[in-house]
């Protein structure tokens, strides 16, 4: 069973800079993909950032520019750095990990952009 934990959420200004961490339990050499998603309160679960085995990345319209993507094979961790933040990116941050046909979720981390 593959375990996904995220952190870095918080609150931030407008403007400001986030780091979220995606630590997961099994190696992520093995992932197909890792995704990146979001929920804010109302609306549904949206895709944000993504990145395959061979490294290529996709990213939301809505975050290209500022949202980047990574992944650091020896810790099994995912990053999703996180640039001026707009009150609108206010949501649950969730990780994705693909194995195969089979996903797992993390919890969420919650991020808040506020004045």
């Known amino acids: 069973q593959v375990q996904l934990v995220e952190s870095g959420g918080g609150l931030v200004q407008p403007g400001g800079s986030l780091r979220l961490s995606c630590a997961v339990s099994?190696?992520?050499?093995?992932?197909?993909?890792m995704d990146w998603y979001r929920q804010a309160p109302g609306n549904q679960r949206e895709l944000v950032a993504g990145i395959i085995s061979g490294g290529s990345t996709n990213y939301a319209d809505s975050v290209k520019g500022r949202f980047t993507i990574s992944r650091d094979n020896a810790k099994n961790t995912v990053y999703l750095q996180m640039n001026s933040l707009k009150p609108e990116d206010t949501a649950v941050y969730y990780c994705?990990?693909?194995?195969?046909?089979?996903?797992?979720w993390g919890k969420g981390t919650l991020v808040t952009v506020s004045s």
């Open positions: 099994g190696t992520i050499l093995r992932a197909n993909a």
């Open positions: 994705k990990a693909r194995y195969g046909y089979t996903n797992y």
